[in-house]
């Protein structure tokens, strides 16, 4: 009867158990759900309030994935304590564990430094494009994030960058000004009228309604090349105009110097042949 008494008692509390474990499961999800609606509704109200502040984009982005990191570690927090751990347990834990978790994560921690000094020094901003020295990688900056940055390419590629890198390693920063300079070398050859030549490519530079006139544009002798002289065509344009005036000028350049009869040569080799030696040399081997 003792044992009967006893499997019953085990049963009983088993199904008490198990009802009080599956009740709370179901409130746990509960919280995890409303928490995270929650969560979302933070992070909308700062980016809007952020957004009427007229912040930049990137520390908006860098300010909302902070947020909702920090967030869902408290949500996590939040559960494990409904769910029976002890706070002061989790918090001695995680003290105890600090050293291995900092090991652990000091790439994710310097990243997250990085991220803070490229939001307050700015040497890029959402919309910039930059080249990085470390890797060569370059592209415009879509998003600044808390660990890392993406760039979008010119060829419509997806490039992640570390925020630690960015903010320890030298980048130039393309667009950081208004307007940008074009340079361009134009070969011609060296019985044209180099004089001639020059006034050709500066009408050129005149003719572009896109050249910035107020700044420096001028053609001028900037090497005298093996097979050529080549002549340096300088101008400015607004950076959205750049590589579009760039390419412009080029090709006009080429058809300009078409019309005036100056020749662009090829590279040339000019081969001077002893004819007296090669007479001997062939004298000797009759012999």
């Keep these: 009867m003792n044992q009967v008494s006893e499997l019953e008692k085990f049963f009983s509390d088993l199904a008490s158990t198990g009802l009080h474990l599956g009740l709370r499961v179901v409130l746990a999800v509960i919280i995890f759900l409303i928490g995270s609606q929650l969560i979302k509704f933070l992070r909308t109200v700062i980016r809007k309030s952020m957004r009427r502040a007229q912040a930049d984009v990137g520390a908006i982005q860098f300010v909302d994935s902070f947020v909702k990191a920090a967030m869902y570690v ?39 430094a990085g ?53 320890n390693n030298s980048l130039v920063n393309v667009t950081a000004e208004d307007v940008r300079r074009m340079d361009i070398t134009v070969p011609v050859s060296y019985s044209a009228d180099i004089q001639r030549a020059k006034e050709v490519l ?27 002289v080549e002549l340096g065509v300088r101008c400015w344009f607004a950076q959205a105009q750049f590589w579009p005036g760039k390419w412009r000028v080029t090709e006009n350049c080429k058809l300009a110097l078409d019309r005036a009869g100056i020749a662009i040569p090829f590279n040339q080799l000019d081969v001077h042949l002893d004819r007296e030696r090669d007479k001997e040399k062939e004298e000797k081997t009759d012999l």
């Excluded at 009408?203 to 309604?209: G, K």
């Design 74 to 112: 408290v949500l996590i927090v939040v559960l494990a304590s409904f769910c029976g751990v002890d706070a002061a347990g989790i918090v001695a834990v995680v003290g105890s564990a600090g050293v291995a978790i900092g090991l652990a994560v000091q790439g994710s921690l310097s990243n997250l």
């Design 115 to 167: 991220g803070v000094l490229i939001l307050v020094l700015k040497p890029f901003k959402v919309g910039d494009y930059i080249v990085e020295s470390l890797t060569g990688k370059e592209g415009t900056v879509t998003e600044i994030q808390i660990f890392y940055t993406k760039l979008l390419t010119y060829d419509n590629q997806t490039v992640v960058l570390p925020n630690g890198s960015l903010a």
């Design 202 to 228: 500066a009408q050129v530079l005149e003719d572009d309604p896109e050249v910035i006139k107020d700044k420096e544009h001028l053609v001028f002798v900037s090497q005298l090349g093996s097979s050529a």
